[in-house]
């Protein structure tokens, strides 16, 4: 239902793909370490500090080299997914069409960090609860995690970064409104007391979490509707 640009076949056979890659490395639980993937795939990995862009890849598979920029050198979870992406670029060329191949690669990244049974009944048993989440998949930053959990709940995610509104995505099948009052309401408690805050009434359910780093804050939103809201409006 996310699936912008690639097709549900090109998106099954990604999945696929990431199954059979993790299950050659021998990994069978998270975290997933993109570096470890590509060392037992025997792809070197480089870091070449005056890479402008994030990575690429050197084609041919047992020879294949990533190279990775060195930008950000805090943020491994982007390193994680960069190179994550590049194992996609390598295994999927020559199986998907030239023209897709980006964005098949960044679902292969999110198939190979966060594999679909594995994430489904992490999500699940966690009620969702993205500091939880993080805690499983910590080679995965809460935004990639956030925008996953999507795909195994009708549910809102919103992103803000020191009160701004970064972005609003949404898996019910009918439009939301751009934020609704208890949402602001969280916002603001999330930010002024650094937790996790939980806020209902009869409508909808609204869970906030704090990513703050330095004076940096991200808070991201997770909001529902009650169940006769969603079938009322089908
Ligand atoms: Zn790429």
């Known amino acids: 239902?996310?699936?912008?640009?690639?097709?549900?076949?090109?998106?099954?056979?990604?999945?696929?793909?990431?199954?059979?890659?993790?299950?050659?490395?021998?990994?069978?639980?998270?975290?997933?370490?993109?570096?470890r993937v590509a060392n037992e795939l025997g792809l070197t990995i480089q870091i070449d500090p005056m890479l402008k862009t994030r990575g690429y890849s050197r084609k041919r598979w047992e020879l294949g080299t990533i190279v990775v920029g060195s930008k950000n050198p805090g943020k491994s979870e982007r390193k994680q997914f960069t190179i994550a992406h590049e194992i996609g670029e390598v295994s999927l060329r020559g199986k998907v069409e030239e023209a897709v191949l980006e964005e098949a690669s960044n679902l292969m990244a999110v198939n190979l960090l966060l594999p679909r049974e594995w994430f489904c009944r992490d999500a699940k048993a966690s009620d969702f609860d993205l500091l939880e989440l993080k805690m499983i998949y910590s080679t995965v930053s809460h935004e990639v995690i956030s925008?996953?959990?999507?795909?195994?709940?009708?549910?809102?995610?919103?992103?803000?970064?020191?009160?701004?509104?970064?972005?609003?995505?949404?898996?019910?099948?009918?439009?939301?409104?751009?934020?609704?009052?208890?949402?602001?309401?969280?916002?603001?408690?999330?930010?002024?007391?650094?937790?996790?805050?939980?806020?209902?009434?009869?409508?909808?359910?609204?869970?906030?979490?704090?990513?703050?780093?330095q004076d940096w804050k991200r808070v991201i939103l997770g909001t529902e509707f009650d169940e006769w809201e969603v079938s009322s409006r089908q």
């Not at 640009?5 to 199954?19: K, P, Y």
């Not at 309401?185 to 703050?212: H, N």
Request: contains cysteine.
């Open 147 to 213: 925008s996953r959990m999507l795909e195994f709940r009708l549910m809102i995610i919103t992103i803000f970064d020191n009160g701004k509104l970064y972005r609003r995505k949404s898996s019910y099948p009918f439009p939301v409104r751009t934020s609704y009052p208890l949402e602001r309401q969280c916002l603001m408690d999330v930010t002024a007391s650094g937790k996790k805050i939980f806020l209902s009434d009869e409508k909808i359910r609204v869970t906030g979490w704090p990513i703050f780093w």
């Open 1 to 35: 239902m996310l699936r912008s640009t690639v097709g549900q076949e090109i998106a099954e056979l990604v999945e696929q793909e990431a199954r059979v890659l993790l299950e050659r490395v021998g990994i069978h639980s998270p975290p997933v370490d993109a570096f």
